[in-house]
């Protein structure tokens, strides 16, 4: 199916683009500053905001092993642990967030959070790049029978086909894929927007993308190559010092960014090729047309010197002046006259 339904809006082919606004970790756990940060999207007019649900126990070993040794010594234990969405906000922010008009979602990293944020009646539940391959969480999230929507940094079409497997084993087939890239922020030579095609050659599904790229020209460019959904990262100010804040967009950002989405999405079209009806008058006026270069009396055999290929377009059209040339005026033809079939 190339449509999924979330709450109230199709999302997939002949929809509008649906804009979430990915909070990650820039809530800094702050409750005041999440709120902040929902106002401003909701300001924007994306259609979602989401944020990520994660345990540093369930999540990341407490290993000392060098490959999750971060900068200033910190583990990725310790990053998590710094960084957890209190659970106890969910309610609130869920309904804040409605509250403002847009949807909520959250990204469940074990089951437990999946089964909390879908007690908030959420409209789809997300399943991050990183955990497309924890079958059991991905089957878990599916089973609660609504649209779930799958970003697939580094995964190959063989780990996609399985996520899809385990959604569909739970007699879901509500699913929405976003290509995305994993670097934060993500080089522009990394982005491969073309992979969406892929994807969607692959899968009968919504293909959308991820964005973790600096700015807005990214996204946008997806959305001309028929992204059905956008992700991007989002803050109230870039310079706070989580580790999300440095590559996600500021209000000002995103709301361009919403506002260029549209304008892409209205500029695409239909596809067809054909006069539109703001252009006819340009038609008229600018197109080149057959005239009288100089007075034509009746009876006269008309010659190539005495036809000119002008504006407006009130005439024969240009391809017919050699067929015009050799004909006898059939009426008197003034200077600056268009020649028509009746006149010749």
């Keep these: 199916m190339n449509k999924v339904k979330i709450g109230k809006k199709w999302v997939g082919e002949g929809a509008a683009t649906y804009i979430i606004a990915e909070v990650g970790s820039n809530h800094d756990c702050k409750l005041a500053q999440a709120k902040k940060i929902i106002e401003a999207a909701a300001s924007a007019e994306v259609d979602a905001v989401k944020f990520q649900l994660f345990k540093a126990e369930t999540i990341a070993a407490q290993t000392k092993d060098k490959i999750v040794i971060l900068d200033g010594g910190k583990t990725l234990y310790d990053l998590y642990k710094q960084n957890e969405l209190p659970r106890e906000w969910l309610g609130e922010l869920f309904d804040y967030t ?24 959420v409209n789809a539940h997300k399943i991050s790049s990183f955990e497309i391959v924890d079958l059991p969480l991905v089957q878990h999230a599916a089973a609660k029978g609504k649209p779930v929507i799958i970003s697939t940094g580094m995964a190959n079409l063989g780990e996609i086909e399985d996520a899809i497997n385990a959604v569909r084993s739970q007699n879901n087939d509500n699913i929405a894929l976003l290509h995305c890239g994993i670097s934060y922020p993500l080089n522009y030579s990394d982005v491969n927007l073309l992979a969406m ?21 990214i996204p946008v460019a997806a959305v001309a190559l028929g992204a059905s959904l956008i992700e991007k990262h989002f803050t109230i100010d870039r310079a706070l010092p989580g580790p999300d804040h440095k590559f996600a967009l500021e209000p000002k950002e995103l709301t361009q960014m919403v506002k260029s989405i549209r304008q892409v999405e209205q500029a695409l079209g239909s596809g067809e090729k054909s006069l539109t009806e703001t252009e006819r008058i340009h038609f008229q006026r600018g ?6 270069k100089v007075n034509i009396n009746k009876g006269t055999t008309i010659q190539r010197g005495m036809l000119a290929i002008l504006r407006p377009g009130i005439g024969l059209a240009p391809k017919f002046i050699d067929i015009v040339v050799g004909r006898k005026a059939q009426v008197d033809i003034a ?10």
């Design 98 to 121: 409605v509250a403002h008009g847009i949807d909520f979602l959250a990204t469940p990293f074990d089951e437990e959070a999946v089964d909390l944020i879908d007690n908030l009646a």
């Design 197 to 217: 095609k892929t994807i969607k050659q692959a899968f009968p599904y919504p293909v959308g993308y991820s964005d973790h790229t600096l700015g807005i020209s």
């Design 287 to 292: 197109r080149r047309s057959v005239f009288a």
């Design 335 to 344: 200077k600056d006259e268009p020649i028509t079939w009746n006149k010749i």
